[in-house]
């Protein structure tokens, strides 16, 4: 065995190479990628009411550390009749890559008018919600790196919010929340919407007590309810802050205003 090491330096004196060295090919060339993604940061949320849809979103725009724009919307009008969204009863919301959500309004806002002029009438939001779904998945190999939610008035006149996976997986929900927040406020959505975790005083005792029933919320208590969140949240998440803007649908169109939040 002595022989056998001295005859093969490399064997006694261990491996000439380190695991912790970058590899590299045969001719000593780095191999570059690509990554055509990044995460702008922000959250939007959206919560159902009624006879109303709230969809809010900050206006912050991020790179890593970096701010690129404190005046950057996340939340678009959807099938007005100018650039001014006038006449619109669709709202989309969305948040990660801003090129990529910009790319999606555009098309579904196409999509959205094409379908008033071919059929005279405007686009139901179940139907738009299903052709959104299309959209992603048919990206889905090169899908668009963002998180969509969708409202509007349904055929019955209550409000319907349909939230969205970057490969066109969607569902209907009473409120939701996506972006680089979403883990903070989606808690407080689903105690204070949902009541999930409340229970009636005195309606028993231990796992006796009687769970609250969800009944949906009066427009001014949703408001302050998304107000609170968007502060809470620019608290704790440094990608999200600057300002709230909130869209409201009704059946009387959409309605849109802002509110100042935290800019450090």
């Given amino acids: 065995m002595a022989s056998l090491l001295h005859s093969n330096p490399t064997l006694a004196s261990g491996p000439s190479y380190s695991f912790s060295q970058v590899p590299s090919n045969a001719s000593g060339n780095r191999e570059h990628s690509f990554y055509p993604y990044t995460d702008n940061g922000g959250t939007t949320l959206g919560i159902s009411g009624e006879d109303f849809v709230i969809l809010a979103g900050d206006t912050r725009s991020t790179s890593g550390y970096n701010i690129n724009t404190r005046h950057a919307p996340k939340v678009f009008k959807i099938g007005g009749d100018d650039e001014t969204g006038a006449g619109a009863h669709l709202v989309l919301a969305v948040v990660g890559f801003a090129a990529d959500g910009h790319a999606l309004k555009e098309r579904i806002e196409a999509i959205v008018k094409m379908y008033k002029y071919q059929h005279g009438k405007k686009m139901s939001v179940k139907a738009c919600a299903q052709r959104l779904s299309t959209i992603l998945y048919q990206k889905r190999f ?10 509007g008035m349904d055929e019955n006149g ?37 009541f999930k975790n409340q229970y009636i005083p005195g309606s028993g005792e231990g796992h006796a007590l009687e769970e609250r029933k969800a009944l949906p919320l009066p427009r001014q208590e949703v408001e302050r309810i998304v107000r609170d969140a968007f502060t809470s949240a620019v608290e704790r998440h440094i990608e999200v802050g600057d300002g709230l803007q909130m869209m409201v649908i009704t059946k009387d169109g959409v309605e849109e205003n802002f509110t100042p939040l935290k800019k450090d």
């Fill in 142 to 151: 090169f899908p668009y790196y963002v998180t969509a939610i969708l409202g």
């Fill in 158 to 194: 209550k409000g319907a919010l349909y939230s969205y996976d970057p490969v066109g997986s969607y569902e209907q929900h009473a409120c939701r929340a996506a972006g680089a927040a979403a883990s903070l406020v989606m808690p407080f959505l689903d105690n204070q919407v949902d």
